[in-house]
């Protein structure tokens, strides 16, 4: 680990890149892709690969390596790409777009003394990452999270969501230049109009004189958070309105973040398997429920919710009763959701309950109809709905095209 860490410093030294660094509680890897896809239109950029945001996974995505998971013969691969990289090789690149996860107290301190962005995006603070020996609540994550702001020089800039109630706290606190994005009226990229349907989501912006709208290929209205910070990143760098409103035209989610991907029986799978927290379980159920079609809702374990993980998946439960016609969970914390369901009134025939993936798929497999919609959203650890995902595509042969954690290396890890 220190060897890479040694050898990504002499690659960042070497390149003299240009950073732009991206946390918050939820979205990183699509606000981070949605930076790279107006960026790369003008400069050289490059993007930490897959989801590379740890302490143990930010050397790899500098120096371009993947994990070796566990295999000694993939960690020699490794570090002599590292050693290449470092000193001689690797793609020319003027910019680097890198996510800055952060799991508990102190992490982000030990990512900022491998890398200092220039520009640094918060995107939410979120009720994330709560198990025992992460963060005690919302205060805690967003003093941790700060410090990538508080970490910029003074000719760095923030941009930062304006309608967050934990990061609006920074306005005229921060010695740098800020950039504040959302429908707040005060907000210097300010959402004018929006509206969302299955082909995708169309909005209106204004940023000082100019004002700009698009239609971009995501499901929700909520991923209007993903493209904002894009845009106002690339103004810093340059790019009109316009010119960056139009970049995001060809924008594609990363592999299971509320994805469609064509089902078995001529269905539709909104594949958001990626992972799962609260408030997006709820925005994803809200996508669903405006399916004129059967809505099936397959919902599994949010993992590290600490002691509230069993009253937020009740929530859940209460919350998706009137909104699905059927409902499949997965996972032992996810049978609360399946409870709290039958609760509020739906019948035990419109719920089942699975312990794993393969299961949930082989009674699906057996009561899809056509013209189904299907949403898939759960967290990784134990439960990895991914698998189910594949069972039921149309074209189960683009898996490693089209869904997350794909690969022998994964097919090993529960």
């Known amino acids: 680990m220190r060897l890479l860490v040694g050898l990504a410093r002499i690659r960042l030294k070497r390149l003299r890149l240009f950073i732009v660094g991206v946390t918050g509680s939820v979205g990183k890897t699509s606000t981070k892709d949605a930076i790279f896809t107006i960026l790369k239109q003008r400069y050289q950029t490059f993007k930490s690969n897959k989801s ?17 998971f566990s295999s000694p013969t993939k960690w020699l691969k490794t570090i002599f790409g590292a050693l290449w990289k470092a000193f001689i090789g690797g793609r ?24 200092h962005p220039q520009v ?48 609006v706290a920074l306005k005229d606190q921060l010695p740098c230049r800020t950039l504040w994005y959302g429908w707040a009226e005060w907000a210097d990229v300010r959402v004018v109009q929006a509206q969302h349907s299955m082909e995708g989501l169309s909005f209106v912006l204004q940023y000082k004189d100019q004002v700009a709208s698009a239609t971009v290929p995501v499901l929700g209205s909520f991923q209007i958070y993903v493209l904002l910070p894009a845009i106002a990143v690339s103004l810093t760098q340059g790019f009109t309105l316009e010119e960056a409103v139009s970049a995001l035209r060809e924008y594609k989610l990363p592999a299971g973040r509320m994805n469609p991907i064509p089902g078995i029986k001529e269905s539709l799978i909104i ?28 919902l599994g374990n949010m993992n590290e919710l600490g002691k509230v993980a069993e009253k937020k998946h009740r929530e859940i439960g209460k919350y998706v009763a009137d909104k699905a016609d059927m409902l499949v969970t997965v996972g032992d914390f996810a049978k609360f959701i399946q409870e709290e369901a039958r609760t509020n009134g739906f019948l035990e025939s419109q719920s089942n309950h699975f312990n794993d993936a393969k299961e949930a798929a082989d009674f699906l497999k057996k009561i899809v109809q056509k013209h189904d919609t299907i949403l898939v959203k759960g967290s990784q650890n134990r439960v990895r709905l991914e698998r189910l995902v594949k069972q039921l595509m149309q074209e189960p042969e683009r898996a490693d095209e089209l869904l997350a954690r794909q690969g022998r290396e994964w097919d090993r890890i529960q």
């Open 271 to 298: 594949d958001s398997s990626y992972n799962a927290s609260p408030e997006a379980v709820i925005q994803a159920i809200d996508i669903l429920s405006e399916s004129p079609a059967r809505k099936i809702a397959v």
């Open 120 to 167: 640094g995006v918060m995107t939410n603070i979120k009720p994330v990452h709560l198990a025992e020996d992460q963060f005690k609540d919302l205060d805690d994550i967003f003093n941790e999270k700060k410090k990538l702001v508080e970490s910029l020089p003074e000719k760095g800039i923030a941009v930062l969501n304006a309608d967050d109630g934990h990061i």
């Open 52 to 68: 590379y945001n740890t302490e143990f996974g930010l050397p790899l995505a500098i120096l371009e390596q993947d994990s070796g």
């Open 92 to 115: 020319h690149m003027q910019m680097l777009v890198i996510e800055m996860g952060v799991d508990k107290p102190g992490d982000m301190d030990e990512l900022l003394k491998l890398i």
